[in-house]
T-cell receptor, first 111, second 114 residues
């Protein structure tokens, strides 16, 4: 929805491996966000970006890094995946003074 | 610091009954408040938002919410539930005002019975 594509949609991997999730938008929005969704916690912000090469940490950023080299792409990397990072990951986008719109999510399982 | 509390992780209503989902917030700045809905295996869809002005806001699918500053509440209501309303609902407030950096409640799963 709202021109947001997350890939992959599902991934299973092993602990200690690197994982990169991609968020691609076609809306040319300035802001992009990564959240994780876990039962009992709602969604929690991992990292966000307010422009190309401009990123900042959210409330649960440990173990995650991000990059934004183009307006349309926002990458989330788990350098060395752990069991506690098993979750559903959502990307969101917004423009100035506009509410956030969400992608369909990536379900990540770390065994 | 901003926070959101949704009372009741599960709510069950009969089709045609009133839907009331409760949300209380705390915020050190004038809040922007949101309700999102999530259907199974989908992302979140914006139902409605409050920024400034009229405290009763109407959203999609017949939902509305009222901002009550004195009660720090933003409860979501719908007069008559439909089977298609079964989903998970999230209340959210922005961390620093404006639209960025949302803080979500834990969610309320709504079940609608015939």
């Amino acid at each position: 929805d709202a021109g947001i594509t997350q890939s992959p949609r599902h991934k299973v991997t092993e602990t200690g491996t690197p994982v990169t999730l991609r968020c691609h938008q076609t809306e040319n929005h300035r802001y992009m966000y990564w959240y994780r969704q876990d039962p009992g916690h709602g969604l929690r912000l991992i990292h966000y970006s307010y422009g190309v090469k401009d990123t900042d940490k959210g409330e649960v950023s440990d173990g995650y890094s991000v990059s934004r080299s183009k307006t349309e792409d926002f990458l989330l990397t788990l350098e060395s995946a752990t069991n506690s990072q098993t979750s559903v990951y959502f990307c969101a986008i917004s423009d100035s003074n506009q509410p956030q719109h969400f992608g369909d999510g990536t379900r990540l399982s770390i065994l | 610091a901003q926070s959101v509390t949704q009372l009741g992780s599960h709510v069950s209503v009969s089709e045609g009954a009133l839907v009331l989902l409760r949300c209380n917030y705390s915020s050190s700045v004038p809040p922007y408040l949101f309700w999102y809905v999530q259907y199974p295996n989908q992302g979140l869809q914006l139902l409605l938002k409050y920024t400034t002005g009229a405290t009763l806001v109407k959203g999609i699918n017949g939902f509305e919410a009222e901002f009550k500053k004195s009660e720090t509440s933003f409860h979501l209501t719908k007069p008559s539930a439909h089977m298609s309303d079964a989903a998970e609902y999230f209340c959210a407030v922005t961390r620093e005002g404006g639209y960025n950096k949302l803080i979500f409640g834990a969610g309320t799963r709504l079940a609608v019975h015939p």
